[in-house]
């Protein structure tokens, strides 16, 4: 562990200590594991007034009303209201003078005996940043992905400590506390894809940023962003539909709206696959985009998120270096075609060992994953200037592909690489796995 990283035991007992802080636990679908750490580490008087799990179906609804999904936002929002109300309602009186409250609730559906479910949930919790303070709300929509329910309890236990020490101890407006939440988990055991704030501790806090910090932070490999910025879940939005995505950088700009996507739709159409829903387009932008060599500070990704936010029907914000990464990510949700629109420069860069150094894979073995269950790209041709400044930008030679021809532009049918690269480029053509972007009506 990062010596910079309180661990979870030290976090729990800070707030056990902290005799101003004081709430209530509510947890539903993964055992009491966030209460369990508080009364672990000791002086859990301190700072829990109660805790509560509901289990049966029939006392779940005669204490938080019934709900159409037991594992849903609409039912976490309703402990949430119950258990803040109920704990200020109660306790205002006696302690209410010097005492700031909180609920922390979840609601989870761990691996199953069987492990035939999705292991997912949601959390949140309602504190005050100010003693007798208007509440403030944080929820989140996890995925839990340990082998067994006890690890999966586990994780979760650890994001519940997180999250209320984040809270009370990294609250300093601005959002950026929320990158704690990631803390001794990492996004092989758990990772978020949705985070919303609301209240007078996050004025001006916006869903961009709140999803940055929990990508920055490690917590989400990526936040799907509508066209008005608020964050939504890929689950319900990706959920059996085909995707174009268009991976974008800083370097490239923002256009006013990307023709690139519309004319990998109509091409995805043309095509003549049976589609039982239309193609979401996706216009994606990777803190640590591999090909780029970019070193932005924090508030210019912020500017540049928010004008694609402003020109794009969806934006992902992710934290996927290869794109191959992109592809096991979006195959968790859908099943149809996946269509990558880019630019000529950047396949050059897929086909390049360089860029899989850190990865775990090898770029022989990160193609084959970029390619499996019915993924395509779509190659635009690019000017030579404009090429040749994208090849540069990523430190690359141009020692192991060749340019043919005096064309003003380079495409597929005059890029050709030496060695054995040219048989896998040959190969990813002659399958039609790449082929040029069409023009379009």
Request: aromatic fraction near 8%; hydrophobic fraction near 40%.
């Amino acid at each position: 562990m990062p010596n910079d990283i309180t661990s979870t035991h030290q976090k729990a007992l800070t707030i056990n200590l902290d005799d101003k802080i004081y709430g209530a636990i509510a947890e539903i679908g993964a055992a009491q594991e966030v209460a369990r750490w508080f009364f672990q580490v000791g002086a859990a008087a301190g700072s829990v007034a109660k805790t509560l799990s509901a289990y049966d179906k029939q006392i779940s609804d005669d204490i938080y009303g019934e709900a159409g999904r037991y594992v849903s936002r609409e039912r976490l929002e309703s402990m949430l209201d119950r258990e803040y109300e109920l704990l200020v309602a109660r306790l205002s009186e006696t302690r209410g003078q010097d005492t700031r409250f909180f609920a922390f609730c979840n609601t989870v559906s761990a691996r199953n005996y069987t492990g035939t479910n999705e292991c997912q949930g949601w959390v949140g919790i309602r504190f005050q940043s100010e003693v007798g303070g208007e509440p403030n709300t944080v929820i989140l929509h996890i995925n839990m992905l340990d082998d067994t329910n006890l690890a999966q309890q586990e994780v979760v236990g650890i994001l519940g400590v997180n999250l209320i020490y984040a809270v009370f101890f990294h609250a300093d407006g601005s959002g950026h506390g929320l990158a704690t939440l990631g803390d001794n988990t990492g996004t092989a055991r758990l990772e978020a894809d949705l985070v919303d704030v609301s209240g007078p501790a996050f004025a001006g806090v916006d869903s961009i940023t709140t999803g940055m910090a929990i990508v920055q932070g490690g917590l989400a490999q990526a936040i799907l962003l509508d066209h008005t910025g608020r964050q939504q879940p890929p689950t319900e939005i990706i959920h059996k539909r085909p995707a174009i995505i268009e991976r974008t950088t800083l370097r490239s700009g923002v256009p006013a709206r990307s023709a690139s996507l519309e004319r990998g739709a109509q091409q995805l159409a043309a095509e003549g696959l049976a589609q039982a829903k239309d193609p979401v387009t996706i216009t994606e932008f990777s803190i640590n985009n591999v090909h780029t060599g970019e070193d932005a500070d924090t508030e210019q990704v912020l500017a540049h998120v928010r004008q694609l936010v402003d020109n794009n029907e969806w934006v992902m914000l992710t934290a996927m270096g290869q794109t191959y990464r992109l592809s096991s990510y979006l195959r968790r949700y859908s099943q149809q075609p996946v269509r990558y629109v880019v630019g000529i420069s950047t396949l050059v860069m897929l086909l390049c060992d360089r860029f899989y150094g850190n990865s775990g894979s090898s770029m022989l073995e990160a193609t084959g994953k970029l390619f499996s269950e019915n993924a395509r790209i779509y190659v635009q041709a690019m000017s030579r200037d404009e090429f040749q400044r994208h090849i540069d930008a990523a430190g690359l030679s141009s020692d192991w592909f060749v340019t043919a021809g005096d064309d003003g532009y380079i495409s597929l049918s005059n890029l050709s690489f030496h060695g054995p690269v040219q048989k896998l480029y040959e190969y990813l053509l002659e399958s039609d796995w790449i082929e040029e972007l069409q023009s379009g009506n």
